[in-house]
């Protein structure tokens, strides 16, 4: 070691020091220039990747300066992949264009859970028996890239190229603007490579982003300059891409958030989480913020807390990112022309806008009921054009003391149907003319209005008003109900014109010859300009095979669907499962009793006097009677009812690591024990997952037995086999 040439150390005679020839200078240097090149990418990855800088910007620089003047006395010694290199590149001259390994594709977008929702049914329905795990990731305001690194020569891989997303097929050569990106490895060793089986060529793509601070920099420079600030972080970073002087990219602040890894045009084999653990392991900065979600809620949990950490976060995200995690489930489910079917783009929107009220209309419910609905002047909220808003009965416009003419604020929450929250008043938007006076005929059919004692709605009073037949066959028909595909508005309008039904029970008495009937009017333009309106078959005979197949489907929804389709007031699907679950058949629920109704969780006096109301109509009778005739499946497997937990009281606190609290909660009550939302002395056990608070304390107060998920999981095992072997 050369420590032990210092002057002055009393060890003997001090060595003879030659003076060292050119070779041994150079070799020195060699050695050196690499220590400091290994020491300056470990900082340069702790501190623009890690986030997490061991020593001082100043002992950095002096590093830097360090191996800048060796490779100046060296130059022989200069090899591109140097930290010195990053800004090695000469301006540009402009960018070839590059067509990528396999197309960057864009996101579909989902607005709402329900939008999610349906991605998730149908991403289950096309995986089939593949297993189906998401990874949540943010999704980045910036510009997609995809960065080739070539295979490891002499113990490091490369960069070799870094191309803009452009057309998506074709994209533009940025490599050395690229170079100057801090968090992207212009090297990578090859051991790491070896660790991770890539023994060939790969590509890592992922968003560019301006962080805030950078982005604020830029337009305080910009502005100084007399030059018109950048409008947004994502343009700044889009345009220092395209800048075509390196030096100047380098001082931008551009950050790379790496999400995809690729091997010969493929996707990284072991799925979307390993894909970021590898790239991390490659020294890339992945986004911290990810997540594992399996279900619908745990997605919007995550959307959730996402919005939350917003603002704190120093760069712009627009929304959230779901993909499905397996590689195989990801190649089953495959892509539409734009997108992957195996991710999607939750977008965080406004989710409200100010427009007018241009008239207030009343539509007809199935129950008869009178809803008056906003018309507004189309405004863009949440991702789609707002034209109409409920505005749910005659209080509420009172309420609001809204008039037709005025301004309001629109606001789309978690749902879809857009509300109005409140009237707005100010110099720029006056208030409206016209009262709404609620209409005291019914406006399909001409008939009376009421509005009995204490209800807050008006009704149609005809029982035979037309639009409640549209109305229930459309119910009937709806998604998650029936779920008869193509028994929409057209079909259902125009089955009743032509008079082809008088009752839902006629859905299952309709042939092809009665479908081949229907008829839209069409409109075209004849070759001189003028247009022709024709009437025409609303269904070819492909379309008719189709429907009627629907219809025969149906049949099999079972007791639950079909108690939905009745349109029972207050009864959703939650309470249908419920009753079908306890009664396993309609005939039994016919007959049941208030109190035997009342037996069903979540069935109170209200609920169970709307099925007694509608089984004490004999149309309604009639009804049920035609759609068991016609083979309509209204049988359930009864529930068991379990008491292996019965008579105890379980409380539940803290999040749990796999199920949800209504998971426990249900599994719990499944079991026959009772939860609560407090400790007390009549609590049995107290189930506490992370971060549980003062309950835990009070049941260890109470000295009552604490559980962890594990061991609630034990008990109802245990429980389950001694009471299977009862
Ligand atoms: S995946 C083929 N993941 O969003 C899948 N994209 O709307 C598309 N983006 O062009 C890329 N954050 O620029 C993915 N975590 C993320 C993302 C992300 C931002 C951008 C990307 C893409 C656009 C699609």
Request: hydrophobic letters at 40%; glycine letters at 8%; charged letters at 30%.
């Amino acid at each position: 070691m050369n420590a032990c040439w210092r002057s002055g150390e009393k060890r003997g005679a001090p060595p003879i020091i030659q003076p060292m020839d050119e070779r041994g200078k150079k070799e020195k240097a060699a050695l050196r220039i690499e220590e400091l090149r290994t020491e300056l990418r470990r900082h340069e990855h702790l501190y623009y990747v890690m986030d997490a800088p061991e020593i001082s910007d100043a002992a950095y620089d002096a590093l830097m300066n360090e191996l800048k003047k060796l490779e100046a006395e060296h130059p022989e010694l200069v090899t591109p992949d140097s930290p010195t290199q990053r800004v090695g590149g000469k301006p540009t001259e402009g960018f070839k264009k590059v067509r990528h390994s396999r197309p960057m594709l864009s996101l579909d977008n989902a607005y709402s859970a329900e939008e999610l929702a349906d991605w998730d049914r149908r991403v289950h329905e096309l995986a089939g028996n593949l297993p189906v795990e998401y990874t949540a990731e943010l999704k980045l305001d910036g510009l997609s890239v995809a960065l080739t690194y070539g295979p490891a020569v002499g113990g490091v891989a490369s960069l070799v190229t870094g191309v803009t997303r452009g057309d998506g097929q074709i994209g533009e050569d940025v490599t050395t603007n690229i170079r100057t990106i801090r968090s992207v490895p212009i090297s990578i060793p090859a051991e790491v490579l070896k660790k991770l089986g890539l023994s060939q060529g790969f590509e890592v793509r992922g968003e560019v982003v301006m962080p805030e601070k950078a982005f604020h920099r830029l337009n305080e420079e910009r502005e100084k300059q007399g030059l018109t600030p950048a409008v947004n972080p994502r343009n700044a970073a889009a345009g220092t891409l395209r800048t075509l002087e390196p030096s100047i990219v380098a001082n931008r602040g551009l950050v790379l958030f790496a999400y995809f890894l690729l091997i010969e045009g493929e996707y990284f084999p072991a799925g979307q989480d390993a894909t970021l653990d590898a790239l991390t392991a490659l020294g890339f900065r992945v986004n911290p913020h990810r997540g594992r979600v399996h279900t619908v809620e745990q997605m919007m949990k995550f959307i959730d807390a996402t919005e939350g950490q917003r603002a704190a976060l120093g760069y712009e995200i627009d929304g959230v990112v779901l993909k499905v995690d397996s590689h195989a489930a990801q190649q089953r489910l495959g892509y539409t022309g734009r997108a992957p079917r195996w991710a999607i783009a939750y977008k965080f929107t406004a989710k409200s806008g100010v427009t007018q009220v241009v008239d207030i209309m009343i539509t007809v419910g199935r129950t008869g009921k009178l809803t008056p609905t906003a018309m507004l002047t189309p405004v863009f909220i949440g991702g789609t054009t707002v034209s109409r808003a409920t505005l749910h009965n005659a209080d509420f416009i009172e309420r609001m003391g809204l008039l037709i003419g005025d301004w309001v604020k629109v606001e789309r929450g978690g749902d879809v149907i857009p509300k109005v929250a409140e009237v707005v008043e100010d110099a720029e938007h006056p208030r409206g003319t016209r009262r709404f006076v609620f209409p005291t005929k019914c406006p399909e059919c001409g008939s009376d209005v009421v509005r009995a004692e204490g209800e807050a709605d008006h009704r149609c009073v005809n029982a035979d008003c037309p639009a409640k037949l549209r109305e229930s066959l459309l119910h009937f028909g709806a998604r998650g109900v029936m779920n008869i595909e193509g028994f929409g508005d057209a079909v259902v309008q125009q089955l009743l014109e032509k008079q082809l039904v008088n009752s839902v029970a006629d859905v299952y008495r309709l042939d092809p010859d009665k479908l081949a009937l229907l008829q839209k009017e069409v409109t075209r333009k004849k070759k001189d300009g003028s247009e022709e309106t024709k009437l025409e078959r609303l269904l070819g005979p492909v379309e008719v095979k189709k429907l009627l197949e629907q219809i025969e489907q149906s049949k099999k929804s079972g007791l639950a669907r079909a108690l939905m389709g009745l349109g029972i007031r207050f009864v959703g699907d939650r309470t249908a499962e419920l009753l079908a679950q306890e009664f396993g058949s309609i005939g039994e629920i016919e007959k049941a009793s208030k109190a035997e109704l009342e037996r069903v969780e979540e069935v109170g006096p209200k609920i169970s006097e709307a099925i007694l109301e509608f089984f004490g109509r004999e149309r309604n009778r009639e009804l049920v009677e035609h759609l068991r005739a016609s083979g309509v499946d209204m049988t359930a497997q009864k529930k068991q009812r379990s008491t292996q937990l019965a008579g105890l009281t379980f409380v539940l606190t803290g999040t749990l690591p796999t199920l949800t609290r209504d998971d426990a909660k249900a599994r719990i009550e499944e079991a026959g024990g009772k939860t609560a939302g407090s400790v007390s002395k009549k609590t049995n056990y107290v189930v506490a997952g992370e971060e549980a608070g003062s309950k835990l304390d009070k049941a260890r107060e109470l000295k009552i037995s604490v559980l962890d998920e594990a061991g609630l999981l034990a008990l109802l095992r245990s429980q389950s086999r001694s009471s299977n072997s009862d």
